[in-house]
């Protein structure tokens, strides 16, 4: 339940039923984190293919991504987010609950490589001070191999995961996992 009204499941129709099979089909269900989003359906569609593109990202994976999330999510203070995520670190890509405990600590101890880990931390001094990147630290990603679409992608998601985040703590989005 949240504070904004939802198209649930079972009344919903065109478009957002539509998308709602879509989500079921990918995900066994329609998340909260995603149903949210049905008040407005040319959202909820940009959100379902937004997630969409993550999944399929064929250089950025899953654990840095989620790893991201997850920690973009402490300081935003969305505890639905922070646990999903922890929990797909957990249950889906194979990390042990004190490897997310460590990375939430210190995310520079995240379990990934350390070309992930040098992505990762960007993405988080951005999201928290954009003004503060500097061309010497794009150039070090790109020395890590990390073109510059990576990048982009890298910080466009960070970035929309705090205003997704935004949303479901605005709406008060429960936890459905």
């Known amino acids: ?10 009344s919903a129709s065109g478009e957002v039923a539509a998308l709602y099979e879509q989500m079921r089909a990918a ?10 989003w049905s008040a407005s359906p040319l959202l909820l569609r940009q959100q379902f293919e937004f997630i969409g593109y ?6 950025l994976s899953g654990a840095l991504l989620a790893t991201m999330r997850m920690l973009v999510s402490m300081d935003t203070k969305c505890a639905y987010c922070i646990e999903f995520n922890a929990g797909m670190l ?8 004190d490897q ?11 379990n990934l490589p350390e070309r992930e880990k040098a992505l990762l931390l960007w993405v ?4 928290r001070d954009a003004n503060s990147v500097t061309p010497g630290e794009l150039d070090a990603l790109r020395g890590l191999g990390w073109s510059d679409q990576d990048i982009l992608d ?23 996992f």
């Open 154 to 176: 890298a910080l466009g998601h960070g970035a929309r995961m705090v205003a997704a985040d935004i949303v479901l703590n605005a709406f008060k989005v429960a936890r459905d």
């Open 54 to 59: 993550y999944m399929q990202h064929p250089r």
């Open 27 to 36: 995900f066994s269900g329609v998340p909260g984190a995603l149903s949210v």
């Open 124 to 127: 988080l001094k951005s999201v």
């Open 1 to 10: 339940m949240s504070l904004i009204e939802t198209v649930s499941p079972d």
């Open 100 to 110: 997310v405990a460590a990375a939430r600590v210190d995310p520079g101890q995240a």
């Open 90 to 97: 957990i249950n889906m890509l194979g990390w042990t609950p």
